[in-house]
């Protein structure tokens, strides 16, 4: 779900490795810490349709950068 900030709510997030992001599911690359159920994330590489081999999301609540592989 798009947020008035521009970004994305995570929907879930699961032992920081998988996340449901706008409805479509991300694995980490490695593991993706302080990145939490509600958090706001934006996309700086990939999609948030999940039209990409791989993304990078910075989580707007704690500022920290994940990469994941894009389902």
Known sequence: MATSKGGYLIDVAHNDELFI???EKFE???YCF??????TV???EGSALG?????TLINLNTNSKCEVWCN
């Open 34 to 39: 302080n990145m939490n159920e509600g958090d």
């Open 28 to 30: 980490a690359k490695t």
């Open 51 to 55: 039209a990409c081999a791989s993304a």
């Open 21 to 23: 992001i706008n409805g």
């Open 42 to 44: 934006i996309f700086i």
